[in-house]
């Protein structure tokens, strides 16, 4: 969702108060962003150990008196607060001010991050927890993906004086690359080669894995598996994109795999190339993750 910058209009204006019932925690993290709030809460499944944790939607969150009681009955109460906040300020500044506030008063970190590439300087005003941390949790939470929200989970941990510094570094997620799945094999994902059963591969895109939404793939690969066939997975930003493409024509050819399944919806059909969906040669076939639920 694009926000403009000049929309100044406040959000809390139609919003209506409501109390999201939750308890206090160790950890609050509260992001506009459904993705960003599912990919942290996978990252606090996947982790052992993990300090208590409360997800919330800022959306949720745009009526003063809904900051005031979700300030009152879960944020006084944390140990350490991050905030991913789209459009920057003004599009939650009661609730920055009154989170700001209180954990000034309370001691309690508090690291707000800009939810897109604009650099917002009030958001780090508002901000109680050091800079090098805040500029961590940025960075964590900008790449995204499995391990920079799970290093973004371990800092906030730390912050809230529950364990040590992580030792990983935020790390970029290339625009393309082998996604191993749950199920793969040892022997795969140490590069060595063995006698398998025929090849399917499913070829997704990256914004599934920097939204740990890869449900869907992984149950996808477990019903061709129990078909008979092997399954490797590859991630893409877009086949459009020509790096993306060539690394996908090039694992194709390489693997030659039996069967393609495409879970982009797209066919990348190129005047001069091709398709690097055809590299291998081989019958592909398209897939559809749906955007809306079940019921829809």
Known sequence: MHLLARETRSLDEDAQAVDLGQTPADIVFLSFSDADLGAMAMAWQALPGAPGLRLANLGRLRHPMSVDLYVEQVAAGARCIVVRLLGGFDYWAYGVQELFATCRARGIPLAIVPGDVREDERLRAHSTAPDAAVASL??????????????????AGHLAGLGPVPVEAPEPLPGAGEYFL???????????????????????????LLAADVAPVEA???AVRARGLAVRALYVSSLKDPDAAAFVAER?????????????????RQAAAGSPLRAAGVPGLQGFLAVAGRES
């Open 138 to 155: 940025d960075a964590y939470l900008r790449h995204g993906g499995p391990a920079n929200m799970a290093g973004a989970l371990r800092l």
């Open 182 to 208: 749950t199920s793969s094999p040892a022997s795969q994902r140490e590069g060595v080669k063995q006698e398998s059963p025929p090849l399917a591969v499913i070829v997704f895109y990256r914004s599934h």
């Open 220 to 222: 996808l690969a477990g």
């Open 252 to 268: 194709l050819r390489a693997w030659r795999p039996a069967v393609v399944l495409n879970a982009t919806a797209f066919a990348a």
